[in-house]
């Protein structure tokens, strides 16, 4: 880069200091608990909104601690289960090969963007029945949608943790969350890539990291080192079937944590995971335009993979790794007779996560690369690797104070993502970010 | 920017491998139980470790201050310091009505260097040893004899003194009780089903068998058989059908457990 452009860098970063309000893709950690049990978000967030093993387990078990001090009755009389997140942040984005009357050109955009905040609202009713309410929005366009909506109940048979039941609208239980992450200028590709024909359609909007409307059952042993979790779910952005469910879905998550007394890794986990999410391909038209809820011929985007987590170091403020590998395949009726046959692809994704060990952990260091490769194109004359993209994020994490009330920290990012052909006149394109921000929760 | 932003990762790299630090067999690592105690504890127990973190103000029943090596949940005698298996029951089980937390979903190293942290705010641990425990005789089982028998116990030791005639923490004491440092402290209400640490008819037998140090709540190893001390714990099990219901669940965590 030149000397000039780094200069360009340099002042987008200088108006990081004038800080108003934006807002990029939501997290959630929960103060109101943390006010409710007393606990610094250190307790439950191996770096926040990350959850470590004590925060597993307690959603696991329905927001509950179990010591007789969990539901509304029993909880101090100034509990109010909500909390408010924002995170005020600059960002810049630059994207390659770009089409524009003036020919391919590199177009660059910053600033600080749209305010909008998570009201975060969780907690228990009774003891074993728990919920999560998530207002997202009030940003300048006045919209504001639940992001998440659920009741959970917890030990549905004999007091046995294996049979938990949650409904409502919520995040399937991934390798690694999309809502608690940290990374903010980037998304999981392998959560959201679809395979595509140059230019095409494809009906299939199905995004393993959309929160989806459902049920799921969840199961795990005392300390959750155990657990699965099935979701039944009508998949989210869909016109809708005349099945019983609009696009009846699943996914399904296994996984077990093993521990070591001594020696370098501390916690290893292994996981697998699969997800077959359905969509009407034909439909009742009235006027040429498909009817909702008349769709038939279902076709399957279907997900599969596993996971493998190593913590080094001490748990408590370890270096974590997370390698996910999926494989993905939409069917050719989903390009909506474009394709010549079904579209896959595989992908993955290495995550890591540093706490170093200093007093009071303020600090967290992430990474991640992400990864896709094309298998089979839909449309066979296309280049095999179109769209393939490889991407990477590396950011930093300073939490100014913690208190059992709220949280606040410095947040600084930067990531480029590489995709195969998909720039103006069949080039590659490229897109890179840098973003600061103060993340903030109370 | 970005390319050079890319070069950094070897440094980083570097950097993490810094983090590990090794813990021996058996005992924990003070340092890393510093962290440990920095992520879960602090906020109640204090940074000095003398129960005045930033949410004790508002708790009824303050958080332990650790400076006098004073623990009210032992198997050793009255007066002494805890075992560090003590202390580890209390973390597995935490303290049932109070905000004291279950830490059994930390990894046994992370409570084993808590615990080794913890020790140190009291110059007690660097001094003293911890007496041998207790010997708890195996339960003889609960049976209606056994209640009966143990409601005389109940009467001789004069219980009901604090507890109240029926075990619901009401006796004509209860009202003035001050513990060591200084804090009003009531009875415990016996008929709720738990007492605060543990769920197993052993957990309510060390009661009285060893004192609740700190607290009003005395010791009767002294003059009491371990026959009556059974008796009385079948007594106490028979305020509340939870006493059984919990128990069970415990001995089923037991057996599935990974950490107990």
Request: aromatic share 12%.
């Amino acid at each position: 880069m030149t000397g000039k452009g780094s200069l360009r860098v340099m002042l987008q970063v200088a108006l990081f200091a004038v800080v108003t309000f934006v807002f990029v893709s939501p997290a959630s950690a929960i103060p109101a608990f943390a006010r409710k049990y007393s606990l610094r978000c250190t307790a439950c967030h191996e770096a926040w909104p990350v959850l470590n093993d004590f925060g597993r387990n307690f959603r696991d078990n329905g927001y509950q601690l179990r010591l007789g001090k969990d539901d509304t009755v029993t909880a101090e009389p100034g509990y109010w289960p909500v909390a408010v997140h924002v995170l005020p942040s600059y960002t810049y984005t630059k994207v390659t090969n770009q089409p524009t009357d003036q020919g391919t050109k590199t177009l660059g955009s910053g600033g600080v963007g749209d305010a909008s905040i998570d009201l975060l609202m969780a907690g228990v009713l009774t003891p074993n029945i728990s919920f999560l309410v998530v207002p997202t929005g009030f940003a300048s366009d006045g919209n504001v949608h639940l992001e998440s909506y659920w009741a959970y109940f917890s030990r549905v048979i004999k007091n046995s943790d294996w049979l938990n039941i949650r409904i409502g609208q919520f995040e399937m239980d991934l390798p690694a969350s999309s809502h608690r992450n940290l990374e903010m200028t980037d998304s999981y590709l392998l959560y959201s890539y679809h395979p595509s024909v140059p230019g095409g359609a494809n009906i299939s909007a199905y995004d393993m990291g959309e929160n989806q409307r459902g049920i799921e059952i969840v199961g795990h042993d005392r300390d959750s080192l155990t657990r699965y979790a099935i979701s039944v779910f009508s998949a989210h952005d869909s016109l809708g079937s005349s099945n019983g469910l609009s696009s009846p879905s699943f996914y399904g998550h296994l996984q077990k944590y093993f521990r070591f007394n001594e020696g370098p890794v501390s916690q290893f986990e292994l996981g697998v995971w699969g997800a077959l999410a359905n969509y009407p391909t034909q439909f009742l038209t009235s006027g040429g335009t498909p009817i909702p809820g008349s769709g038939s011929h279902l076709q399957s985007s279907t997900r599969y993979g596993m996971e493998a987590n190593l913590w080094l170091g001490p748990l408590v403020a370890p270096l974590h790794l997370d390698l996910v590998y999926g494989h993905g395949k939409d069917k050719q009726d989903l390009f909506a007779g474009t394709a010549d046959r079904a579209g896959t692809f595989n992908g993955g994704f290495l995550e890591a996560i540093w706490v170093p060990p200093t007093d009071l952990l303020h600090w967290s260091v992430f990474g991640r690369y992400d990864v896709i490769r094309n298998q089979n194109q839909p449309l066979i004359a296309a280049p095999a690797n179109f769209n393939d993209q490889n991407q990477w994020t590396l950011g930093m994490k300073y939490t100014i104070a913690y208190s059992i009330r709220d949280e606040v920290a410095l947040h600084a990012e930067v990531s480029s993502n590489k995709a195969k052909g998909v720039g103006d006149g069949g080039l590659d394109q490229r897109t890179d970010s840098i973003m600061f921000g103060v993340d903030f929760v109370y | 920017m970005f390319y050079r932003v890319g070069q950094l990762i070897p440094v980083f790299a570097g950097l993490l491998f810094a983090a590990g630090s090794a813990t021996a067999a058996g005992t924990g690592s003070v340092k890393t139980g510093k962290l440990v105690y920095e992520r879960y504890c602090l906020s109640c127990h204090g940074a000095e470790g003398n129960g005045q973190g930033e949410a004790a103000e508002y708790m009824a029943v303050k958080p332990r201050d650790y400076r006098q090596g004073t623990y009210k949940w032992r198997t050793t005698p009255s007066g002494s310091l805890p075992l560090d298996s003590d202390l580890e029951h209390t973390l597995l089980n935490g303290l049932h009505g109070t905000y004291m937390p279950t830490w059994r979903a930390l990894d046994q190293r992370s409570r084993r260097d808590v615990i080794s942290y913890i020790k140190t705010f009291s110059p007690r641990f660097a001094t003293e040893k911890p007496q041998d425990p207790i010997v708890i005789p195996p339960d003889p089982g609960y049976s209606d004899a056994s209640v009966a028998r143990g409601t005389a116990v109940y009467k001789k030791y004069n219980c009901s003194q604090c507890h109240g005639p029926g075990g619901q923490g009401d006796g004509p004491s209860a009202h003035e009780l001050k513990d060591d440092w200084g804090n009003a402290i009531v009875p415990y209400d016996l008929t709720k089903g738990h007492v605060k640490c543990g769920d197993q008819s052993t957990d309510i037998y060390r009661v009285f068998m060893t004192g609740l140090a700190g607290t009003p709540m005395p010791t009767f190893a002294d003059s009491m058989s371990s026959a009556d001390a059974w008796d009385l714990v079948h007594f106490i099990q028979s305020l509340s059908p939870g006493y059984a219901k919990n128990m069970m669940a415990a001995a089923a965590d037991r057996k599935t457990g990974a950490t107990q």
